[in-house]
């Protein structure tokens, strides 16, 4: 099916809803807004066609968000001409008022879907904002018209949309503030968002600040803002990339904060000590609302530092145990080996520490036969076996390829050394399963102790038991090329 041009939406959008700013509160503008309207939900829908995916069902809100707005004002207007002027609350405002929760739980699932598992960020630095936001619709809308008049069904609706306008508001906060890509249908997102913020304020600060026009009709112009706002949701359905909003970003784009971010919440601190100086608050529930916001924005930005601090935590572990530790394996690496081999030559006395050198026969071959992956099977479960040999105080290290170092600590004598070198070949009596295949290895050992040596440096002690290493490689070859001559040479003295 041939896709509608994102762009197309708002533009059409846009010439529709002119009429309501040039000729507000006329018939014409009316219809013309209803017609255009009704051609963004078709588009929202028609656009539902060309997206699969797990975003489908995201979109599916915010297409159902924008056909019960339309359905609220079709019915106002047929409620209108039966039953004449309409009151301060309608059924259509149950309608106006469902469409929020719609359009906010859709954002948050394509939120969810693009940054599965990391939204604790997101959220914690949008509920900061919020919090913000919420408290300042609460001071200077929602609690002037409830101190003026009495409780009523309209002053309730009245807050229902302000609340809605909160939500509106928290949504896009975790749009632009979760990882993953703001570009493409996320701006055409951010966009609809901000102006639904921007002419939903307008509408109620219009009655307030200029009652002549509100009479006069004048916020009618505000119905083109509004239908430019649905607009853009729609084009971001119909958009080419509507899938791919759904989708991270790569990995370092995600761990970059942006400078907009800082801003934003910079001015989240700010606001509310500013107001508290500039503005009186004469009423107990004022002072207490006010208590209340920033109890609630303190412990989100202590929630948040807390969060903060800890990864950095996590991270230097995570790099400090890198910098000293082979990555396949987990052993310790080549530097980490050097250091505690030094340690332990600074404190030596008597026959130890005894250096271990270990080199696996026969690994080439399976690395050369079954690939990589087999090879590194071998390693990650010599490895193993060598650490749940190994006692606690000693240190097991790779060094690179299929060469092993142990640093034992408590060994007394010669005897105990060599009864150790034993126990390190029999690791690798054992075969390994891999795919079906039975992979048979072995392990060369050759050891050298500090006692027994005219006062090695940490090279030197390596040296030498790498040297007794290749001497028992060698050996063991030549005893492997023997047992394979050996009957031919009997054969031919016979």
């Not at 219009?206 to 607009?231: H, M, V, W, Y």
């Not at 029999?426 to 027994?452: K, R």
Request: hydrophobic share 50%.
């Amino acid at each position: 099916m041939r896709r509608v041009p994102a762009a197309a939406v708002p533009v059409f959008a846009a010439v529709a809803g002119s009429v309501s700013v040039f000729a507000p509160g006329t018939s014409k503008a009316h219809i013309a807004y209803l017609i255009g309207f009704a051609a963004v939900v078709a588009a929202a829908w028609l656009g539902l066609r060309n997206i699969s995916g797990p975003s489908l069902g995201a979109y599916r809100l915010v297409c159902a968000a924008l056909s019960v707005w339309l359905t609220g004002d079709i019915l106002y207007d047929i409620l209108d001409r039966i039953a004449g002027p309409l009151g301060d609350v309608t059924p259509s405002d149950i309608l106006w008022l469902s469409g929020y929760p719609l359009l906010v739980t859709g954002l948050v699932k394509l939120v969810r879907l693009r940054a599965p598992g990391r939204q604790r960020d997101g959220m914690l630095d949008a509920a900061a904002l919020t919090t913000v936001v919420a408290w300042l619709f609460w001071q200077f809308l929602i609690l002037p018209a409830a101190e003026s008049q009495r409780l009523s069904l309209g002053m309730f609706v009245g807050a229902g949309y302000t609340f809605g306008d909160v939500m509106l508001f928290a949504a896009t906060a975790i749009l632009v503030f979760a990882p993953g890509s703001t570009r493409g249908p996320a701006r055409y997102l951010v966009a609809a968002l901000t102006l639904t913020l921007i002419g939903d304020i307008s509408i109620s600060l219009l009655p307030t600040l200029f009652p002549e026009l509100s009479r006069s009709g004048q916020a009618d112009r505000f119905d083109g803002l509004l239908l430019l706002a649905n607009s853009f949701l729609a084009g971001a359905v119909v958009h080419r990339n509507a899938a791919k909003v759904a989708e991270p970003e790569d990995t370092q784009a995600q761990q970059r904060l942006h400078p907009v971010r800082v801003v934003f919440l910079g001015i989240a601190l700010v606001v509310l000590p500013t107001v508290t100086g500039l503005h009186s608050f004469g009423t107990f529930v004022s002072r207490a609302s006010l208590l209340i916001s920033i109890a609630m924005l303190t412990s989100f930005v202590l929630v948040r530092f807390v969060f903060v601090v800890r990864e950095q935590e996590r991270i230097k572990a995570a790099l400090a145990h890198q910098a000293e530790h082979d990555q396949l394996t987990g052993l310790a690496n080549r530097a980490a080996l050097r250091a505690e081999l030094e340690l332990e030559l600074f404190r030596a006395s008597g026959f130890g520490p005894v250096v271990y050198y270990m080199d696996l026969n026969g690994f080439k071959q399976i690395n050369d036969r079954y690939g990589h992956a087999a090879g590194d099977l071998i390693l990650v479960e010599f490895a193993r076996r060598l650490t749940s040999t190994i006692r606690p105080a000693d240190t097991a290290a790779r060094l690179g390829g299929d060469e092993f170092v142990v640093l034992a600590t408590g060994v007394d004598d010669e005897p105990g050394a060599r009864m150790l070198a034993q126990r390190l070949r029999d690791l690798a009596e054992e075969p390994i399963q891999w795919n079906g295949e039975t992979l048979h290895f072995g392990v060369s050992v050759g050891l050298a102790a500090w006692g027994p040596l005219d006062r090695p440096s940490a090279d030197n002690l390596v040296a030498v038991a790498d040297a007794a290493m290749y001497a028992e490689k060698v050996a063991r070859k030549q005893a492997l090329a023997a047992l394979v001559e050996a009957p031919q040479t009997s054969v031919g003295s016979s």
